[in-house]
């Protein structure tokens, strides 16, 4: 099932200490959301790494379900690293075709960024999960959470990969992201849950105080400390 998670209104406006404390905001939101759609089995909750790792523990504590890395890496535009001209994710390129035109950016260049960060998923992949196979989504509730979201490459990305890996139901949960953005997503999703939205969207960093980049060790420890009391299957 997809395009069943439109936006219906913006979120109010909030900042957030910092990533634990906007993961446990949008922890009481993802849980509200699967207490009233009467979802039996306990989700599968996948951090996009780095910065929504974080954010995913602290959600993945109050659901008492597991957690797991996803990983997803944006094609940044050469000149403006910030500005997404598609993502990587699950062996999958997404390519914003309306960027990439319109900034000129040539074939050769965007190979060269796909190569590049290829490279680095595959680092990262090295680093976080070692020898172990990325998580089994078959038939699974997936639950996508990221530090926020700016044009949603990545996310898109990210419910696509998980969609061809099986995942029987798909919801992307941020703290902070563009209504634009947000709406663009719950074509694809099944449900999209946005803490705030601001009218005026500049970066997913202005709706933190404490916005540092997280590294590998974080990543690592966080991925490290349980979030069960048990097996959830």
Same mark, same amino acid.
């Given at each position: 099932?997809?395009?069943?998670?439109?936006?219906? @209104?913006?979120? =109010?406006? &909030?900042?957030? %200490?910092?990533?634990? !404390?906007?993961?446990?905001? *949008? /922890?009481? $939101?993802?849980? +509200?959301?699967?207490?009233?759609?009467?979802?039996?089995?306990?989700?599968?909750?996948?951090?996009?790494?780095?910065?929504?790792?974080?954010?995913?523990?602290?959600?993945?504590?109050?659901?008492?379900?597991?957690?797991?890395?996803?990983?997803?890496?944006?094609?940044?535009?050469?000149?403006?690293?910030?500005?997404?001209?598609?993502?990587?994710?699950?062996?999958?390129?997404?390519?914003?075709?309306?960027?990439?035109?319109?900034?000129?950016?040539?074939?050769?260049?965007?190979?060269?960024?796909?190569?590049?960060?290829?490279?680095?998923?595959?680092? @990262?992949?090295? =680093?976080? &999960?070692?020898? %172990?196979?990325?998580? !089994?989504?078959?038939?699974? *509730? /997936?639950? $996508?959470?990221? +530090?926020?979201?700016?044009?949603?490459?990545?996310?898109?990305?990210?419910?696509?990969?998980?969609?061809?890996?099986?995942?029987?139901?798909?919801?992307?949960?941020?703290?902070?992201?563009?209504?634009?953005?947000?709406?663009?997503?719950?074509?694809?999703?099944?449900?999209?849950?946005?803490?705030?939205?601001?009218?005026?969207?500049?970066?997913?960093?202005?709706?933190?105080?404490?916005?540092?980049?997280?590294?590998?060790?974080?990543?690592?420890?966080?991925?490290?400390?349980?979030?069960?009391?048990?097996?959830?299957?």
């Amino acid at each position: 099932m997809t395009g069943s998670g439109a936006i219906p @209104r913006r979120p =109010a406006h &909030r900042t957030f %200490r910092d990533r634990r !404390d906007a993961g446990r905001v *949008l /922890a009481g $939101l993802v849980a +509200d959301h699967l207490a009233g759609s009467g979802t039996p089995e306990p989700p599968l909750v996948l951090g996009l790494a780095r910065g929504g790792v974080p954010v995913a523990w602290e959600v993945a504590v109050v659901l008492h379900a597991p957690l797991e890395v996803f990983l997803v890496r944006k094609l940044g535009v050469p000149s403006q690293p910030e500005l997404a001209m598609g993502a990587l994710a699950g062996g999958q390129v997404l390519r914003n075709e309306r960027v990439i035109a319109r900034l000129g950016i040539g074939e050769q260049v965007v190979q060269s960024v796909i190569e590049s960060e290829t490279t680095e998923l595959r680092r @990262r992949e090295k =680093a976080y &999960r070692g020898n %172990r196979p990325a998580a !089994d989504l078959y038939g699974r *509730l /997936a639950i $996508l959470i990221d +530090d926020g979201i700016a044009t949603g490459a990545s996310a898109l990305a990210a419910v696509r990969a998980a969609r061809n890996a099986g995942a029987r139901s798909v919801i992307v949960a941020a703290p902070v992201g563009p209504l634009s953005a947000c709406r663009t997503i719950a074509r694809e999703a099944d449900k999209v849950i946005c803490a705030t939205a601001p009218a005026r969207f500049d970066a997913v960093g202005q709706a933190y105080r404490d916005f540092h980049q997280v590294g590998d060790d974080e990543v690592r420890t966080l991925l490290a400390t349980p979030t069960t009391d048990g097996p959830t299957g």
